[in-house]
């Protein structure tokens, strides 16, 4: 594989070569390419900007070029190229090529949105440029913070990849030595990697050539898979071993690995191209009891289309605390080229993701996302630009990220109203109000003991909801002078517990034509909760609105409100989604209705 440099060192002879033959479209494109592979932007869009509209010659040089502009930062242009390309092009992948280009003009507006701060960044957070002494020439990426003064990353070191570390003294990081300990194997080439949280395993992925084109080896036409070492009681690294082959599938990249524990569990997160997926490179996910010494993970499942789009995500990071996937796509919208996105588990389903925007993201790639330990901020990889210590984007290296204002800790509790007891095994939900119609969901925990902690911001806005089966839920916005709250939930009585084995009847006439009942005589719905009123703004009901439409049923005899979920076509199907509502802690009391139509 061709360096970075001589890459960009043959782009600058086709330039020049061009230039001086009065503008040859050619070498100008050949140019174009190179630098367009190396992520020179600014270079890359002025040497396309002479083929663009060839479209028999260069039929996708219009599209690089709009790229190359975004790419560049210059959005209100890029969009003008994108929109033009669009409407010009004619070649065999034209409904194809039209959604790349509608999802790229979504990216240059919400850019221009967070520019003019009409959109407000989902991380607030000062961006710092590691020490010059610390990234390096080539490229530097796929940070792991293994405390507040350890740092393990890859860097590309005499035309390889190699673990470093970087230790901080004195609150300086020092010049990163090559990682001892861990054996390498001689017949493939290392990319990146992640320790276990207990220390004593380590994955990673080795490659069948090197991978120093950066981007995490997106493109890489070699073939990556995962391999994992493991220490023994005496602090010694085995040699790596081969993940399974349902895991490493032949003939496919995988690549990316992120490990984390959860609920007596280890679960491997990892990008890979394999049959079955959305697009290019998707996010999976497998798991394998902690308590085994095997390392037989369940088979591999594609966390689904509400992540994986027709493009790639990549370098997935997993809080299990909070939920929380990071990632980034360049399949969505985004306001470069790699994105950072969020998103959070809920009741098994994960919720759209959100751009992270500004200052994390940038014009340029952006990946390797991953927290510190202690939640004050973390790292994450770039080729962008950091002033006068790095001008240019040919190459990555590591940032590191803290959040503007530290964060504090909101601490509560959740009560039992009638005996002011902390309630065992309830769920607490942390949303952000601040310049939402709805308000965002951030993080959900469970509580065993009936206390929470979340790290929030002092500028922004919260609620914060506590549910628990048997009993009705409760939300509060704290006030965030005292920073701790207390939630009071109120036990169902018997008479707000509807009997959960009823049937209702419903006349078919009342029913809009394209009613799920057209298919049989019976639908299914699932009776959310009973509360005394009903407000549609809940957050949690936007949960429910994944499934299907919530409505409100009075009971006027009983002086209360019942909610319902549907329609839903089978009992299975109606099963499935009600289990996961009560999982969720959400909606502890979720059961399956059956109701029957008349007038068939």
């Known amino acids: 594989m061709q360096s970075a440099g001589k890459i960009g060192e043959a782009a600058e002879k086709f330039e020049l070569a061009g230039r001086l033959g009065n503008g040859d479209p050619e070498l100008l494109y050949k140019a174009a390419e190179n630098y ?44 003008t190229a994108f929109r033009e390309f669009g409407s ?18 979504k990216g240059c507006e919400l850019a221009l949105q967070m520019v003019s701060m009409k959109a407000s960044p989902v991380l607030p957070a000062d961006i710092r440029y590691m020490p010059e002494w610390l990234n390096s020439p080539e490229n530097d990426f796929a940070p792991i913070p293994i405390s507040e003064n350890l740092l393990y990353f890859s860097t590309v070191l005499d035309g390889q990849v190699k673990l470093v ?17 861990l054996p390498e194997a001689a017949a493939f080439q290392y990319g990146n990697g992640v320790f276990s ?42 040699p790596p071993v081969r993940l399974r082959s349902y895991i490493n599938m032949p003939n496919h990249t995988v690549m990316h690995p992120y490990v984390t524990q959860e609920g007596g569990k280890e679960l491997l997160f990892f990008a890979s191209d394999r049959e079955g997926g959305f697009g290019g490179l998707d996010i999976y996910v497998c798991e394998r009891p902690l308590d085994s010494e095997d390392l037989d993970f369940s088979f591999p499942q594609n966390l689904g289309n509400s992540i994986n789009t027709a493009g790639d995500e990549v370098s997935p990071f997993f809080d299990s605390d909070a939920q929380t996937l990071w990632f ?67 190459d990555e290296d590591i940032f590191e990220f803290v959040p503007k204002n530290p964060p504090v800790t909101l601490t509560g509790r959740v009560l039992d109203r009638s005996s002011n007891r902390l309630l065992n ?21 469970p509580s065993e003991d009936g206390t929470f902690r979340f790290l929030v911001l002092s500028e922004h806005q919260y609620l914060v909801e506590a549910t628990k089966d048997g009993y009705q839920s409760a939300s509060v916005r704290p006030n965030l002078t005292d920073y701790e709250v207390v939630l009071s939930l109120n036990r169902y009585n018997s008479t707000q517990r509807p ?40 957050p949690r009901y936007e949960l429910a609105r994944n499934f299907g439409k919530v409505t409100a049923e009075p009971l006027p005899a009983q002086g209360i409100i019942r909610v319902m979920l549907g329609d839903f076509p089978d009992q299975k ?12 802690g959400s909606f502890p009391q979720a059961f399956v209705v059956k109701e029957e139509r008349k007038g068939q």
């Open 36 to 79: 367009y592979r190396v992520r020179d932007y600014h270079r890359a869009a002025e040497c396309y900007s002479v083929v663009k509209d060839e479209f028999r010659r260069y039929d996708l040089a219009g599209l690089r070029y709009a790229r190359a502009l975004k790419q560049d930062g210059r959005y209100e242009e890029a969009m």
């Open 88 to 105: 010009q092009y004619r070649g065999d992948r034209k409904a194809q090529v039209l959604n790349v280009v509608t999802n790229e003009v």
């Open 165 to 181: 570390r970087s230790q901080r003294q004195a609150g300086l990081w020092q010049a990163p030595v090559e990682a001892t300990g």
């Open 197 to 238: 949280p207990d220390g004593n395993r380590f994955y990673c992925t080795q490659c069948t050539e090197p991978n120093i084109s950066g981007r995490g080896g997106i493109g890489l036409r070699a073939s990556c898979n995962l391999f994992v070492l493991r220490r023994d009681p005496n602090g010694i690294w085995g």
């Open 328 to 394: 980034s796509s360049n399949g969505l919208p985004t306001i470069g080229g790699l994105d950072v996105f969020k998103s959070v588990r809920l009741a098994g389903k994960w919720t759209s993701p959100e751009n992270v925007g500004f200052p994390v993201n940038s014009p340029a790639d952006d990946f390797f996302f991953t927290l510190k330990k202690n939640g004050d901020g973390g790292f994450l990889t770039s080729n962008r630009t950091a002033g006068p210590k790095k001008t240019g984007t040919r």
């Open 425 to 445: 095994f309830c769920m607490v939900a942390l949303y952000e109000t601040d310049t939402h119609e709805t308000p965002r969901l951030l993080e959900v925990r």
């Open 499 to 538: 009997d959960p084995v009823f049937t209702n009847q419903v006349s078919s006439q009342n029913l809009p034509d394209n009613s799920l009942l057209a298919q049989g005589d019976s639908q299914y719905k699932i009776h959310l909760e009973v509360q005394p009123d009903f407000d549609a703004l809940q």
């Open 573 to 584: 199907t109606a099963n499935e989604i009600a289990i996961a509502l009560r999982k969720s």
